[in-house]
């Protein structure tokens, strides 16, 4: 099973140098969901919504936008993997 940097790369031609931004997001995602008790997945009460509400006001909105994008990628690649 390829890694998630690997899935970006291969499967999205994500540039190299955003990459670790991607992975930074989602493992921040994933923090806030065991933190909380919820769980990890598209249906499931893992909506991004509220970790996207805990970054506003401390990053930027292409931050953001950037953030929701790494975890609608990380839970395709937790899908199909």
């Known amino acids: 099973m390829p890694t998630f940097a690997e899935f970006l790369r291969d499967s999205y031609q994500l540039p190299e140098a955003r990459i670790p931004h991607y992975e930074r997001w ?3 995602y994933r923090q806030t969901l065991q ?6 997945g598209p249906g499931t009460d ?3 919504l509220p970790f996207l509400e805990l ?17 609608q990628l990380y839970w395709y690649y937790t899908r199909k993997n």
């Open 26 to 28: 989602a493992h921040m």
């Open 35 to 40: 933190a909380t008790g919820a769980h990890e």
């Open 55 to 71: 970054l506003a006001g401390k990053y930027a909105k292409w931050q953001i936008s950037q953030a929701k994008h790494a975890i």
């Open 46 to 48: 893992s909506s991004p």
